[in-house]
């Protein structure tokens, strides 16, 4: 059973830092394509950053590029999502989505990710 696990995420002021982490319990995480969406309340979860399987290419929302990192760490056991220069518009739950399955990789599509963690609060006050 795969299991996500996200921590990392806090109450903070608008141009402060966080750094989410999303572990998976066993697995090497480079033999997949990762992912972080988000949803803000009464919002529609929506695309964040992903990471390609082995080669570790990014993938960034225009809203978050030059502020937002994706890395792999631990060994390639951890995801983590460095979140800089935080805007109010940041706010919701950010989940971690694991993406199993092969063929073409419609990056920003929820869909195409099979594993999702529970996801992790992330709040900034203006």
């Known amino acids: 059973q795969v299991q996500l696990v996200e921590s990392g995420g806090g109450l903070v002021q608008a141009g402060d830092s966080l750094r989410l982490s999303c572990e998976e319990s066993g697995r090497s995480l480079i033999t ?20 390609s ?18 890395s792999r760490e631990n060994a390639e056991k951890t995801l983590t999502l460095q979140m800089n220069s935080l805007k109010t518009e940041a706010t919701g739950v950010y989940y971690c989505a694991e993406r199993t ?7 920003p599509n929820s869909k195409q990710y099979t594993y999702w963690g529970q996801g992790t609060q992330v709040t900034v006050s203006s």
């Open 32 to 51: 997949y394509s990762m992912a972080w969406f988000r949803q803000a309340p009464g919002k529609e979860r929506e695309f964040v950053s992903a990471i």
């Open 53 to 70: 399987r082995f080669a570790g290419t990014p993938y960034y929302a225009d809203s978050v590029k030059g502020r937002f990192t994706i």
């Open 101 to 107: 399955g092969g063929g073409n990789w419609d990056v």
